[in-house]
């Protein structure tokens, strides 16, 4: 069993940064491939960032490349999403997930074992 809990979020002018953490319980965190996805009010929940267990690798959403970045520290169960140049189209609830299974990246919702709550941004024009 992991539990994830998210912070970071907030209300932030279009072009800002924000940086989301998201710790995770349990001795395991380091056998989870790790992702942030995001939904809009109305709108389905869509993939934005993942990284391998061993933080070897990243793969992002085209509609955030180059402008976030995703991160680990195994040694604090911990991962993160640096967001930069911040538009409005960002605006939503983020939520990490976390995936048991050796298949990376995985872009849908149902391949993750394991949610948190979620964290609002809230980026104004």
């Known amino acids: 069993q992991v539990q994830l809990v998210e912070s970071g979020g907030g209300l932030v002018q279009s072009g800002g940064s924000l940086r989301l953490s998201c710790a995770a319980s349990?001795?395991?965190?380091?056998?989870?491939?790790m992702s942030w996805f995001r939904q809009a009010p109305g709108k389905e929940r869509e993939f934005v960032a993942a990284?391998?267990?061993?933080?070897?690798?990243?793969y992002f959403a085209d509609s955030v490349k180059g402008r976030f970045t995703i991160s680990r520290d195994n040694a604090k169960n911990t991962v993160y999403l640096q967001m930069n140049s911040l538009k409005s189209e960002d605006t939503a609830v983020y939520y990490c997930?976390?995936?048991?299974?050796?298949?990376?990246?995985?872009?849908?919702?149902?391949?993750?074992?394991?949610w948190g709550q979620g964290t609002q941004v809230t980026v104004s024009v």
């Open positions: 349990g001795r395991t965190f380091s056998l989870y491939h």
């Open positions: 990284i391998r267990r061993s933080g070897g690798s990243t």
């Open positions: 997930a976390a995936d048991r299974d050796p298949g990376w990246p995985a872009l849908t919702r149902t391949a993750y074992d394991y």
